[in-house]
């Protein structure tokens, strides 16, 4: 299920990428290492900015599963465009209160408020994205679960 209650979407956009972090089928479903899953319109800056090396370079504009604390890293340096994630192919999961650790830790270059920061621009994104009343309200039901244990007040 994604962030809206629906089914979940590939990220993968062509069936011949293998190269954007996701599972055999497509999708952003990793729960180990960073957990990679945000849907991402790649940025060419994203590794560097991440502190990854430059790997992104060769990706610039290609949709690719990164990770949650890689996510909150960069959109709290950078400012990316709403469109920029899918919001139909982040799995629910992605917003689990057991993975709020992810959201705020970044191989030793975490920024201050990083995860509130990236939560705050998820939830712009999704509502811009939400395609109904129902999905938005789904979508603000799930954010407010996983927030209030580490950002009260983000939700509302």
Avoid at 119 to 141: D, G, I, N
Wanted: with cysteine; charged share 25%; proline share 4%.
């Amino acid at each position: 299920m994604n962030v809206f209650g629906e089914a979940l979407q590939p990220c993968r956009v062509v069936a011949e990428d293998e190269a954007g972090s996701w599972d055999s089928r497509g999708f952003c479903s990793e729960m180990e290492g960073g957990a990679h899953q945000i849907c991402l319109k790649l940025p060419g800056d994203f590794s560097s900015t991440t502190k990854q090396g430059l790997w992104s370079n060769s990706r610039a504009d290609q949709q690719h599963c990164v990770c949650l604390g890689a996510f909150s890293n960069y959109v709290s340096q950078q400012t990316i465009s709403p469109d920029a994630v899918n919001c139909k192919a982040i799995p629910e999961m992605a917003l689990s209160p057991a993975l709020a650790k992810k959201w705020k830790e970044w191989n030793n270059v975490s920024v201050d408020k990083q995860a509130e920061k990236a939560l705050e621009f998820l939830r712009t994104s999704c509502l811009a994205q939400a395609e109904s009343e129902k999905e938005k309200r789904y979508f603000l039901e799930i954010l407010a679960k996983s927030t209030d244990a580490f950002s009260p007040g983000l939700t509302s």
